[in-house]
């Protein structure tokens, strides 16, 4: 297994290479004009002329063959230099290290009721096969997955903030921000539940948890829906197999049946999807980020992409690639771990 861990290891530059020269190739459908309005404001294009445009399209090397371009940027990335991002008005190295630790808070919160309750739902409906249970998780699970996200995410704000007041939009509240922003709170991990916990200040763990409640609840109903059905068809397909029935004739207490026979061999569909979903979390998720007004990676990348600023773009995409390709190396040793039958070559 260690050589093969490092031979996806080896082979991650060469992704990364493939992944970024692939986007950076779309930038070429831009042209010169285009890529401009990443480092001028596009209102002032009225104000220049012809000649002051193709002096700034000249100081940027908009003008230069591709490979010259890419093999600039790229050679500014080795140095830690992603470029300058318009959007954010920093250096987007600067901005997706501001971004990440809000991203990461979200996705580690998520990821338990996540994925314990929708295997759980799963077991259960698989279990209690076509009786009332069964029948009841299922419709849940249809519900869940035909409501689009944004639609209960605005149902989570309206309820639990605009009726009942309890979790607020945003990361913190005005107080709270304050604090955090002075001298006296200190910011060791950039994760504001953990810091507000290092700083001994359970006030400012509350109210940061509270602000996390609504996009937790928004993303665990969605993903309970799919998760559950994943875990019901693949518990239902191990239940029926020889070894569980001879289990059960040998008089194998059916909590052992289900525990140390089934539940185990059913996993690996439920990793790939778990795994999925955990990338996606660290990805950063747009829309829970814009209707809870929350920072993060999701909504720096969709407002880079709507504002046609590439610098970011690409900063944001080879910052995915490399989590798509250690989180499905992750996933990959897993499966090796649930059943050792999978040999990884």
Do not use: C
């Given at each position: 297994m260690t050589a093969y861990i490092i031979?996806?290891?080896?082979?991650?530059p060469l992704i990364i290479f493939g992944v970024t020269l692939v986007i950076f190739s779309f930038t070429e459908i831009l042209g010169p004009e285009k890529m401009?309005?990443?480092?001028?404001?596009?209102?002032?294009?009225?104000k220049l002329s012809n000649e002051e445009l193709d002096k700034l399209i000249e100081q940027y090397g908009l003008n230069d063959p591709m490979w010259t371009r890419y093999f600039k940027w790229i050679s500014g990335v080795l140095k830690g230099d992603l470029g300058w991002s318009v959007t954010a008005k920093e250096p987007v190295a600067k901005a997706i290290k501001d971004r990440i630790p809000y991203t990461i808070e979200l996705a580690i919160y998520a990821f338990i009721p996540v994925v314990v309750v929708g295997i759980w739902l799963g077991v259960t409906a698989?279990?209690?096969?076509?009786?009332?249970?069964?029948?009841?998780?299922?419709?849940?699970?249809?519900?869940?997955?035909?409501?689009?996200?944004?639609?209960f995410g605005l149902i989570v704000l309206m309820i639990f903030y605009s009726v009942l007041g309890w979790f607020p939009p945003g990361t913190?509240?005005?107080?709270?921000?304050?604090?955090?922003?002075?001298?006296?709170?200190?910011?060791?991990?950039?994760?504001?539940?953990?810091?507000?916990?290092?700083?001994?200040?359970?006030?400012?763990?509350?109210?940061?948890?509270r602000h996390l409640i609504g996009p937790i609840l928004t993303i665990s109903?969605?993903?309970?829906?799919?998760?559950?059905?994943?875990?019901?068809?693949?518990?239902?397909?191990?239940?029926g197999k020889e070894y569980v029935r001879t289990a059960r004739a040998k008089g194998v207490p059916e909590k052992d049946v289900i525990h140390k026979h089934a539940k185990k061999?059913?996993?690996?569909?439920?990793?790939?999807?778990a795994g999925a979903m955990v990338i996606g979390l660290l990805?950063?998720?747009?829309i829970v980020e814009v209707i809870f007004n929350r920072i993060g990676m999701g909504r720096f990348t969709a407002q880079a992409a709507t504002q046609l600023d590439y610098a970011a773009i690409l900063g944001s995409t080879l910052f995915y690639s490399t989590l798509l390709v250690i989180g499905n190396l992750i996933i990959d040793i897993l499966y090796a771990i649930l059943d050792p039958r999978i040999r990884l070559g």
């Amino acid at each position: 297994m260690t050589a093969y861990i490092i031979r996806r290891l080896l082979l991650l530059p060469l992704i990364i290479f493939g992944v970024t020269l692939v986007i950076f190739s779309f930038t070429e459908i831009l042209g010169p004009e285009k890529m401009l309005s990443a480092y001028v404001n596009p209102n002032m294009f009225d104000k220049l002329s012809n000649e002051e445009l193709d002096k700034l399209i000249e100081q940027y090397g908009l003008n230069d063959p591709m490979w010259t371009r890419y093999f600039k940027w790229i050679s500014g990335v080795l140095k830690g230099d992603l470029g300058w991002s318009v959007t954010a008005k920093e250096p987007v190295a600067k901005a997706i290290k501001d971004r990440i630790p809000y991203t990461i808070e979200l996705a580690i919160y998520a990821f338990i009721p996540v994925v314990v309750v929708g295997i759980w739902l799963g077991v259960t409906a698989a279990v209690n096969r076509d009786k009332f249970i069964d029948h009841f998780i299922r419709i849940f699970a249809i519900i869940g997955w035909s409501l689009p996200d944004f639609v209960f995410g605005l149902i989570v704000l309206m309820i639990f903030y605009s009726v009942l007041g309890w979790f607020p939009p945003g990361t913190l509240s005005g107080w709270a921000e304050q604090v955090v922003k002075s001298g006296e709170f200190h910011r060791f991990t950039k994760i504001l539940t953990i810091d507000a916990l290092l700083n001994g200040r359970l006030d400012i763990f509350w109210d940061a948890l509270r602000h996390l409640i609504g996009p937790i609840l928004t993303i665990s109903w969605l993903w309970w829906a799919y998760l559950l059905r994943i875990t019901r068809s693949s518990m239902l397909e191990v239940l029926g197999k020889e070894y569980v029935r001879t289990a059960r004739a040998k008089g194998v207490p059916e909590k052992d049946v289900i525990h140390k026979h089934a539940k185990k061999n059913a996993m690996i569909p439920v990793v790939t999807v778990a795994g999925a979903m955990v990338i996606g979390l660290l990805a950063g998720t747009v829309i829970v980020e814009v209707i809870f007004n929350r920072i993060g990676m999701g909504r720096f990348t969709a407002q880079a992409a709507t504002q046609l600023d590439y610098a970011a773009i690409l900063g944001s995409t080879l910052f995915y690639s490399t989590l798509l390709v250690i989180g499905n190396l992750i996933i990959d040793i897993l499966y090796a771990i649930l059943d050792p039958r999978i040999r990884l070559g």
